[in-house]
């Protein structure tokens, strides 16, 4: 049963490009979440949601970032016009969405903005 | 705003000792926990959850106890390996339809 997938692993992208973040959440998971971590922090929380629906973005910079969850296909993080501070690394997380059940983890996509 | 934290940035045992990390949240509400263990390059691991009706729940070698009246949290790791090394994570619940909140981490190393 494959985990959660996220590619790429690694993306370098030039001030002022687009990058474009996948995610296939485990199979059964209808519901997903994108954080960010800088080097030596936590994960900080973007978006979480579910099958086509928005259910939180509170934590997602209201512009050049954007995410959706198509009813088919992966989940996609947008990141447009990027600049040096998007440089992060991205995980998606994916959960059954049912009462309290944990999220689990993709291993990342480490975005570098030369 | 809510926050979760940990109250030691790194922890230095020996293999073979048990090792301890701590946590506080500060969100009241907050009625699911979780620890995740990280290793570097990779995405957090789940090790262990707990609900807020319980003060306790064991797994392999992990323990983790749930203090609601002073709102702390921590794990306990038994026999502590090299393999434990890791940075340990640990997330609370604000709600139903949320996502988890983490906290900064505490770098675990573990020297033979």
């Known amino acids: 049963n494959a985990g959660v997938m996220q590619n790429p692993r690694h993306l370098v992208r030039r001030r002022g490009q687009e990058a474009r973040l996948r995610c296939s959440p485990m199979?059964?998971?209808?519901?997903v979440y994108w954080y960010r971590q800088l080097p030596e922090e936590g994960l900080k929380f973007m978006v979480y949601?579910?099958?086509?629906?928005?259910?939180?973005e509170s934590g997602m910079p209201k512009e050049r970032f954007s995410a959706e969850f198509p009813k088919e296909g992966p989940s996609i993080l947008r990141i447009q016009q990027v600049v040096r501070g998007d440089s992060a690394a991205y995980f998606c997380?994916?959960?059954?969405?049912?009462?309290?059940?944990?999220?689990?983890f993709g291993n990342g996509t480490r975005l570098t903005v030369t | 705003g809510e926050s979760v934290g940990l109250h030691l940035p790194t922890l230095s045992v020996q293999e073979g000792d048990n090792s301890i990390i701590n946590c506080a949240y500060s969100?009241?509400?907050?009625?699911?926990f979780i620890w995740y263990k990280q290793e570097s390059g990779k995405g957090p691991q789940f090790i262990i959850d707990?609900?807020?009706?319980?003060d306790k729940r064991q797994g392999q070698r992990v323990t983790v106890l749930l203090n609601k009246t002073v709102k702390h949290l921590s794990l306990q790791i038994a026999a502590t390996q090299p393999g434990d090394s890791a940075v340990y994570f640990c997330?609370?619940?604000?709600?139903?339809?949320?996502?988890?909140?983490f906290g900064k981490g505490t770098t675990l190393s573990v020297s033979s």
């Open positions: 969100n009241s509400a907050s009625d699911y």
């Open positions: 997330a609370d619940l604000p709600g139903p339809g949320t996502a988890l909140i």
């Open positions: 199979k059964g998971h209808s519901h």
């Open positions: 997380a994916s959960s059954l969405g049912t009462g309290n059940s944990p999220l689990h």
């Open positions: 707990i609900r807020s009706n319980m």
């Open positions: 949601l579910q099958k086509e629906n928005i259910i939180d």
